[in-house]
Nanobody
Framework: VQLQASGGGLVQAGGSLRLSCAAP????????MAWFRQAPGKEREFVAA???????WYGDSVKDRFTISRDNAKNTIYLHMNNLRPEDTADYYC???????????????????WGQGTLVTVSS
C-alpha cells in the first residue's frame, strides 16, 4: 500500500476531524491527490482533490465544510472536516493519479493509486 490514510474515528454531529494521507515522494511530487468516501451500500463518492499547484475541487455535499490541503515537506495531504453530519459517516480513501483531467476529477476511475480506508463515524 503506497498511500497511508489515518485520522478516522467517532465524532458527534457538529464536530471536526482531520484525516491525513502520506505518500511516497515520487507520487506526491508528480500526482494529483484526492479523497473519496464510501458508505455501506453506496457507491464511492468524490470528496475533494488537490493538484501540485494547490488548485482544489470539492464535492457538492462537503463544499464549505471540508478543506483539502497539502504539506510538501511531509509528502502528506490532509482533509479538514468541520461541521460533520451523520451522513458523512463512511470509509474515507485517499487516491493519487497522473494526468487527471478536470472533467474526470470526480470519477474514481481516473485515480490509479489507492490507499486503505479510514473509518469516520458521525453520531447524531
Amino acid at each position: 500500500v503506497q498511500l497511508q490514510a489515518s485520522g478516522g474515528g467517532l465524532v458527534q454531529a457538529g464536530g471536526s476531524l482531520r484525516l491525513s494521507c502520506a505518500a511516497p515522494a515520487h507520487i506526491f511530487s508528480t500526482y494529483a491527490m484526492a479523497w473519496f468516501r464510501q458508505a455501506p451500500g453506496k457507491e464511492r463518492e468524490f470528496v475533494a482533490a488537490i493538484i501540485w499547484n494547490s488548485n482544489t475541487w470539492y464535492g457538492d455535499s462537503v463544499k464549505d465544510r471540508f478543506t483539502i490541503s497539502r504539506d510538501n515537506a511531509k509528502n502528506t495531504i490532509y482533509l479538514h472536516m468541520n461541521n460533520l453530519r451523520p451522513e458523512d459517516t463512511a470509509d474515507y480513501y485517499c487516491a493519487a493519479g497522473q494526468r487527471v483531467g478536470i472533467s474526470a476529477v470526480r470519477s474514481p476511475e481516473a485515480w490509479t493509486v489507492w490507499g486503505q480506508g479510514t473509518l469516520v463515524t458521525v453520531s447524531s
